[in-house]
């Protein structure tokens, strides 16, 4: 099967299409169109070797990759990127991605730039230590739309636990109090389904970042088409299935263990005394999350603002101004030591004496 280069041009001036998170369209910013992305590929005709016309073909994805960090980024050939998103280094090589990318399934983006930028500014409101410069255009415009990388499993755990319980009573009878401690063996067996269990698939991308501004609504996953990365970068994921089961797996056998243990009820006490829960991997999807990014380095740090490209929840990381913080103790500190000396003076007038 042969292969292009990712592209999404309008069918009616051949200008480059962009994904319109508002409307769900694509939209030409040349001749003003927007098109369904059904409408896209009804019109798809693409030629190759003479004489061949081919559909249905699998694209080549142009990479970013970043010289001082390995960070690997990917985009269509209409998305430039001058800086690397996780260490602000500009020296970003592209070329044509080697590798399997393509995913399953993909959240689209729903929340605007604007919204982002906004959400970004408000960071400042009732901070007033915010250095100068960290809320400028410069950094402003550096807020970038990435798909992050993601695992999405169907796990099947069977298994159960056994435990020691012991109820404990007490009483009073005349001056002796008495305790009387019952002890049960316990077990719990069972099947569970877990659906859609997310693992990050991005080793520069953590997770408690994405915990921040979780959930995503699964629902609105729809099948990848390369089209809707017109506009926005991607991360290629540096964590395989495999590798990434492995945190599924902790979480969906803690939770079972848990469900299981909580069903225990009635006890004072309850301790786990065997576990023979196991996991079994049933189907795995590669899927694209959206988010709102940029990472700002200042006196050496990062600083990081990250923003649900789906439901808008967003966390910010900023740092201090320490000489705005050093000038208004100084000023603080100049204050209340003339309101002492004043209130001194005029106490010493009134003829108290401190």
């Known amino acids: 099967m042969s292969n292009k280069v990712l592209d999404n041009h309008c069918p009616c001036c ?47 994805y142009v990479a970013y990759s970043c010289s001082n960090c390995g960070a690997e980024i990917v985009a269509d050939e209409h998305t430039s990127s001058t800086f690397c998103l996780y260490c602000g280094n500009a020296a970003i090589l592209k070329d044509k991605l080697s590798g399997e990318f393509k995913p399953n399934k993909i959240i689209p983006f729903r929340t605007e730039k604007e919204t982002a930028i906004t959400a970004f500014k ?67 067996v ?83 005394t065997n576990n023979t829960i196991k996991a079994e991997k049933t189907n795995v999807e590669y899927v694209l999350l959206p988010v709102w990014m940029i990472n700002v380095k200042y006196q050496g740090q990062f600083y990081l603002f990250a923003m649900n490209g789906q439901s808008g929840k967003f966390i910010g990381d900023i740092p201090l101004d320490q000489k705005k913080v050093i000038i208004y103790a100084i000023v603080i500190f100049i204050v209340l030591f003339f309101v002492i000396m004043i209130g001194s003076y005029m106490l010493y007038q009134m003829g108290v004496v401190l």
């Open 14 to 60: 051949s200008a480059p299409l962009f994904y319109n998170t508002t409307t769900n369209h694509f939209k030409c910013n040349y001749c003003g169109n927007e098109f369904e992305l059904k409408d896209l590929q009804k019109t798809e005709d693409v030629t190759f070797e003479k004489g061949h016309n081919e559909t249905n073909v699998d694209p080549v």
């Open 190 to 272: 069972g099947e569970m389904d877990y659906e859609k269990v997310p693992v990050d698939g991005s080793t520069r991308f953590h997770n408690d970042i994405m915990n921040a501004i979780e959930p995503f609504d699964y629902q609105y996953l729809i099948d990848f088409n390369y089209r809707y990365l017109s506009g926005f970068l991607a991360e290629k994921y540096d964590l395989d299935s495999e590798i990434s089961f492995e945190e599924a797996k902790r979480r969906v056998l803690t939770s079972a263990k848990d469900i299981m243990y909580n069903d225990m009820e009635h006890y004072t006490t309850k301790t786990i």
């Open 122 to 188: 408000n960071l400042s409101k009732g901070r007033p230590f915010v250095p100068k410069d960290f809320l400028s255009q410069k950094n402003i415009s550096k807020i970038t739309g990435l798909y992050i990388p993601f695992w999405l499993y169907q796990v099947k755990v069977s298994g159960g636990i056994e435990a020691e319980g012991v109820k404990v009573s007490s009483w009073t009878r005349g001056d002796v109090h008495y305790t009387k401690k019952d002890y049960y063996k316990l077990a719990r």
